[in-house]
């Protein structure tokens, strides 16, 4: 058996192109109990994976509120959007989970968040959705939609 020398295993795994989708999620924690998922990018059935990894590691690290923030993506697809949800389903959620999402963005038309907001807790800002957080309770019935308490 010959050795594969670097320049050829190179040829044999080529890079993915360069307008290949791409999703990129940042996790931060701005308050007690809750962190933040800012995702860029795009989110579609073939980024939704990698999402999904960030969001369960954020459940599972002892933050029981989830704000997913959608504010700035570039591209949205309701597939993409469809498998995030359907593995946050799966998964123990104990506390709040809140979306935000720009009215203004090309990605995600107003009637989309309409439909939306039927199903999830819906913020135009940032600070509303932490506002959310901190007032839900906590539950163990792993709903990802918790109730508030005022």
């Not at 010959?2 to 924690?29: G, H, K």
């Amino acid at each position: 058996m010959t050795p594969v020398m670097r320049d050829q295993l190179e040829a044999l795994t080529p890079a993915p192109p360069l307008d290949a989708p791409m999703v990129i999620a940042t996790l931060s924690c701005p308050q007690p109990d809750t962190t933040v998922c800012r995702v860029t990018g795009s989110l579609d059935l073939v980024t939704a994976p990698a999402l999904v990894d960030r969001l369960i590691e954020a459940v599972h690290d002892g933050q029981p509120h989830v704000v997913l923030d959608l504010s700035a993506v570039a591209l949205l697809d309701s597939i993409g959007l469809e498998v995030v949800f359907d593995a946050l389903d799966q998964h123990d959620i104990a506390g709040h989970l809140a979306v935000v999402a720009d009215s203004r963005s090309a990605a995600i038309s107003r009637h989309d968040i309409d439909a939306l907001d039927e199903v999830l807790d819906i913020h135009y800002d940032l600070a509303s959705a932490l506002r959310a957080c901190s007032r839900a309770s906590i539950s163990h019935g792993g709903r990802h939609r918790a109730t508030a308490t005022y």
